[in-house]
């Protein structure tokens, strides 16, 4: 993890913290917490294709009665247990996002059933926009979890419990769909990969399920969430792509209670939400309002309708329907996608080199970079210039020598900088395209008479 991705999620914490002083969490009030026990926000959705519903629910399974039956199984030598594998590496993690995909209820002899899901559901997500243009910015790892029996607790019915690797379980909080796992657990596996940005939990199961983990950075784990879903229904996969872009995107929910009523509180933080209508956001040229009359991806036209970030009037979404209101579409709608991307930018290095920048390189040495590999939506562009003037013709050169360039041998120190930038459509905000512009600067030797003067 570099400095850039400790600072992004110091922000993103900030801005949890932002959103749990503005919007009270409903399963706050709603819940009385238990004594001593660490506690948890975790999103569920009841039913496929619904909207979202909040509640918290403990950090750890092992203390929870009548319902995980994680018995500290010790899987056998010989088995695959803690193995890392590589589901889409494209990158130095310190440049990329890494997901961690660990897998529960899988047996010694199921770990290829394991991958075979994880795979799937990575396929899930990434069919869908911008996780799909943007999987070069993107590590995907795999963390093998013996599970002593096969399935998970509370499948198919809340009478059943299995002893599992992560302790996950259906019926969390009362709750049927809701599939908790023990965070300790989780976070100890997918310690065995590289790094860990996000960990998705996948466990073995064709019932329909899941849930998404936030707030962990203050509970002292080093990931920004956690989500949970079955591995045999595809509706599932649904929730992670949703969650993943409350930690990437930093997109608020854009569905509703009822017993919210009308927000009064003034403007929110939330990107995607804002208490002013579509005149209001256009006159303070503020949140979406450079998508105002679009035709989106989601179906309709961004504009602003009524409810969202939980409450149905008095704050406003960009779209009817979107994969942040429900998961009966697939679709982010464009400022969604905008906040996508930033998130991966944020958190990912499009640009990189082995030459490294702190010492200077010779005027007839090779520079060689690397862009990430983008697609779709997306539209990388490598520039490179001179003392700060652009060599048109080296344009989408990853290997050059500072002489090719035209770095004279004059005895002079001269700079050569190389600059990758992201001119996709889907992105209008100067800010974000900002943050997908990186570049790096090289200083050359002087070299030529002047210098050899001097011998
Ligand atoms: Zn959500």
């Known amino acids: 993890m570099n400095t850039k991705k400790t600072a992004a999620i110091s922000v993103s914490v900030a801005l949890t913290a932002l959103m749990g002083a503005v919007i009270a969490s409903p399963a706050a009030a709603a819940e009385p917490k238990p004594s001593q026990e660490p506690r948890v926000s975790v999103e569920y959705f009841p039913e496929p294709g619904g909207e979202g519903r909040r509640t918290d629910v403990p950090l750890n399974t092992d203390t929870v009665t009548g319902r995980s039956a994680a018995r500290s199984a010790t899987p056998g030598a010989g088995t695959t247990d803690g193995q890392v594998g590589e589901l889409s590496v494209t990158g130095s993690s310190a440049d990329r996002l890494d997901v961690v995909i660990v897998g529960d209820g899988y047996t010694a002899d199921q770990q290829d059933a394991f991958h ?28 093998d979890a013996v599970s002593a029996e096969s399935g998970i607790t509370g499948d198919p ?4 419990t299995k002893d599992t690797a992560l302790g996950s379980y259906f019926w969390c909080s009362e709750t049927e769909r809701l599939i908790c796992a023990d965070i300790d657990k989780v976070a100890s596996y997918a310690a065995k990969a590289p790094e860990a940005d996000l960990v998705v939990v996948v466990s073995n199961s064709t019932k329909y399920g899941g849930a998404g983990y936030s707030g962990l950075e203050a509970e002292g784990y080093p990931f920004g969430g956690v989500s949970t879903l079955s591995s045999d229904n595809a509706q599932s996969s649904m929730i992670a792509a949703h969650e993943i872009a409350h930690s990437v995107g930093l997109l608020a929910d854009e569905y509703t209670y009822d017993s919210y009523g009308t927000w009064t509180g003034g403007e929110v933080a939330d990107i995607n939400s804002s208490s002013f209508t579509a005149e209001q956001l256009a006159a303070n040229r503020t949140k979406w309002y450079r998508w105002l009359g679009e035709t989106d991806p989601t179906g309709g036209t961004v504009g602003t309708y009524e409810g969202s970030s939980y409450y149905p009037f008095g704050l406003y979404r960009p779209t009817a329907n979107s994969l942040m209101r429900a998961l009966d579409i697939s679709d982010f709608n464009l400022p969604g996608r905008e906040a996508m991307i930033a998130g991966f930018y944020r958190e990912a290095n499009a640009l990189s080199s082995k030459v490294g920048t702190s010492s200077a390189v010779l005027r007839t040495s090779s520079i060689k970079v690397s862009q990430a590999e983008l697609t779709g939506l997306a539209s990388p562009e490598l520039r490179w210039y001179v003392d700060g003037k652009r060599v048109k013709r080296a344009q989408g050169l990853t290997t050059v020598a500072p002489a090719a360039l035209g770095v004279a041998a004059d005895g002079r120190t001269h700079t050569v900088t190389v600059e990758s930038a992201d001119r996709t459509r889907s992105i209008r905000d100067p800010k974000v395209r900002a943050e997908a512009t990186e570049s790096m600067t090289w200083t050359v030797k002087a070299s030529g008479h002047k210098a050899h003067q001097h011998h």
């Open 157 to 160: 019915t809340a009478d059943v």
């Open 116 to 143: 075979t899901a994880a795979a799937t559901k990575w396929a899930d997500i990434t069919n869908i926009e911008p996780y799909s243009s943007y999987q070069g910015l993107m590590n995907v790892w795999t963390v």
